[in-house]
């Protein structure tokens, strides 16, 4: 079964029908519908994801999009303990050349220990960390 990282961009490409990646999301997303693949992400791209439809007045929505992803038998939530956080903290600080939010660095960590090389991302700091970034886009 393959393995994929899942980003907070993708879902809420996803979900937000105004998004600039909506299109290419909504399309990516029904090439994967019918293949054998488990979605890896965290509990803090949960809460990104979560706390941007809340913080915009939408929290039913926040409220249906989170409960899909803890009740999803394809989604696998990794909570963020203070092992993690520390790994992920020390790639932060490590890169300090790049922009990488927090987030991503630890999202970084989870996907080098579960040996997952691709991302359901628009981030470009996938591919600058060595992933590969789906949907490809030009």
Known sequence: MKRLFLDTGYL???????DQHHHAAQRHWQTLRDDDFHLI???????EVV??????GHHAKAVE??????SSQR???IHVDAVLFYAGWRYFQDHHDKRYSLTDCISFVVME???IPEA???DQ??????FVRLPRTT
Do not use: I, K, M, P
């Open 41 to 47: 992400t965290t509990s803090y791209v949960f809460d």
């Open 120 to 122: 359901l991302a628009f």
């Open 113 to 115: 220990g579960y040996g």
């Open 65 to 70: 999009v989170g409960t899909r992803l803890l």
């Open 51 to 56: 706390t941007f439809f809340n913080r915009r």
């Open 75 to 77: 989604v696998q939530l």
């Open 12 to 18: 809420l490409a996803l979900e937000l029908s105004d």
């Open 125 to 130: 700091h996938f591919e600058q960390a060595g």
